[in-house]
């Protein structure tokens, strides 16, 4: 018992607490992630997951990490505080354990990449240092009894809805833990939990907030738009020679020709170089015993005396097969060294075939199948040869004639596909700059702008705006214009299309209804003004640390 200094104590006080709450609290969160797993907010919701006690259960965090001084030796560095690369990996695979848990399927890497997993783990870990830290600034602390009560409520504890003291130990052993490792990375997450709700509890909604989320939520607006689309600006797009190669330079493996080579092969039938071969009764039966799953019936495996003639056949051809491979193998590794190909040539009786340049994805009709030469000619040098090389067409001895490598053409030659999609690039950056043009005109001159009129509408969580389209981002916009302040700070940005938007009028709700409904709207605004004040607060600690990350962990 005495080495479980919490834990022995509170064994002996019979300490048992239910998991409802817990295991209802995860189902939810679940839930709620395979819901909305397509949301941005996701992130929000996997920072408190992963941050929480039944997150992380088995993470242990150490001060200082490894010794050595590269940054190869550690995750990252916050200040003095460094983050081990087992902490990080610990992180990155739960992170990635709770995204397969939402998609029910394991995660391609391409997924993951636009996930963003590994610097998603990694920002957690470092948000974590520096929470834990201002706790301590703070004179937060933590008492043994809130330890106990955070251990008793892990799922993984407890035995029929109360902790259990030898599931306890079993867990702990299974995961190469000690009791103290643990409660003392429980002590820092109850630490840090205590920080953020600190820094959440100074959150207060005036009325004025709730005011303005109340008319958010139920005025009408009407809108006056521009919309300027790139496709609209092609014909204005004019590029000189200059301008194209330009374009050529910053986007190189765009127009790349793929790599080319030219072979030279001999292709050998096995038969040919193995010829007259019999099988020996000893033989016959060695190899049916070695494949006798090949020889089922109805009833399940057929004797050998229903199915000898078959297994005959089979131990010849596979004699034979194994003899022309050795013959092949030995006259090509004479003669490996010199790269004579016609001297295997003839001793193999073929004859030399001979290709044009090809790539890897347009090959020679007779190498359409041939996957294992293929890959093997694009291993080789210039002159040199390399085989045998088995397939079911036979045997190959291949010799490399010609390497082209891949290489951007002269613009002469692709003057054509780097106009086009040029064109379309600097059409889009024509479009973001007529956009803010169209913004800074309204601010002079709202009458010098001709722009179309939405319908009228009250905020909606979609971002649905009739006559412009979907976008949360300029819905939140629109809502944020008053009659003083009609216009945005910026052109908003919808898949290609740039909109710059304008308010025309509002109708404001009724203020007597808020009055009624103010209390319970505040209730409502809190937990995102919480999380406003919370994100906040993370940024500060941020900018005022000194973090060194190890960049080769997070590189896609």
């Not at 495996?301 to 034979?320: C, F, G, Q, S």
């Amino acid at each position: 018992m005495s080495n479980y200094p919490i834990i022995s104590n509170f064994i002996e006080t019979d300490y048992a607490v239910t998991t409802n709450r817990t295991k209802e609290y995860t189902r939810n969160m679940l839930g709620i992630m395979r819901k909305y797993k397509e949301s941005v907010v996701i992130k929000a919701v996997f920072v408190i997951i992963v941050l929480s006690f039944v997150g992380t259960i088995f993470l242990v965090w150490g001060e200082g990490g490894s010794s050595a001084g590269s940054r190869s030796s550690y995750a990252a560095k916050v200040d003095s505080t460094k983050i081990s690369l087992d902490d990080y990996q610990q992180a990155y695979y739960r992170l990635r354990g709770i995204y397969e848990q939402i998609y029910q399927r394991s995660i391609s890497p391409d997924i993951e990449k636009q996930l963003g997993l590994k610097k998603m783990a990694l920002d957690n870990l470092i948000e974590a240092v520096l929470v834990r830290k201002a706790a301590k600034k703070m004179g937060i602390s933590v008492s043994k009894d809130e330890i106990k009560a955070a251990i008793a409520a892990v799922p993984a504890f407890q035995k029929n809805g109360a902790f259990d003291f030898q599931q306890y130990q079993q867990a702990l052993k299974g995961n190469r833990m000690t009791a103290g490792d643990f409660e003392a990375a429980q002590e820092n997450e109850l630490l840090m939990k205590k920080a953020r709700k600190t820094v959440q509890d100074k959150v207060v909604i005036s009325d004025a907030d709730a005011e303005s989320y109340y008319h958010k939520k139920n005025d009408k607006i009407q809108l006056q738009y521009v919309s300027i689309t790139p496709e609209a600006l092609l014909g204005e797009v004019k590029l000189t020679d200059q301008d194209l190669n330009s374009y050529i330079q910053g986007h190189q493996e765009q127009f790349k020709s793929a790599e080319q080579v030219s072979i030279q092969y001999v292709l050998v039938d096995p038969s040919s170089l193995a010829a007259n071969v019999s099988v020996s009764e000893e033989e016959i039966n060695s190899y049916y015993q070695k494949n006798i799953d090949r020889y089922q019936g109805k009833g399940g495996i057929l004797p050998l005396a229903e199915v000898k003639d078959k297994v005959k056949a089979d131990a010849i051809r596979n004699k034979t097969g194994k003899e022309a491979y050795e013959k092949a193998a030995d006259t090509i590794n004479k003669n490996i060294a010199s790269a004579n190909l016609q001297a295997v040539a003839a001793a193999l009786g073929g004859k030399i075939t001979e290709t044009q340049l090809f790539s890897a994805k347009s090959l020679p009709a007779a190498l359409a199948a041939e996957e294992a030469v293929v890959k093997k000619a694009f291993m080789l040098k210039a002159g040199e040869m390399a085989g045998p090389i088995e397939t079911s067409k036979g045997i190959y001895a291949i010799k490399l004639k010609e390497r082209k490598p891949a290489e951007v053409p002269p613009l002469a030659q692709i003057r054509s596909a780097v106009e086009a999609v040029a064109k379309v690039d600097k059409a889009k950056e024509l479009a973001a700059k007529k956009a803010e043009e169209a913004l800074a005109a309204l601010a002079k001159n709202p009458a010098a702008v001709k722009m179309q009129d939405s319908g009228s509408f009250t905020y909606n969580e979609q971002g649905n705006i009739p006559g412009i389209g979907v976008s949360k981002d300029l819905m939140e916009a629109a809502f944020a214009l008053t009659t003083a302040a009609p216009l945005p700070k910026a052109a908003v940005k919808i898949d290609q299309k740039w909109l710059v938007i304008k308010l025309k009028n509002r109708t404001a709700a009724n203020s007597e209804d808020f009055q009624k409904t103010k209390e319970e709207l505040k209730k409502q605004l809190l937990p995102k003004k919480q999380q406003e004040a919370l994100d906040a607060w993370i940024k500060e600690l941020k900018a005022a640390a000194k973090i060194d990350i190890n960049q080769q962990l997070i590189a896609d």
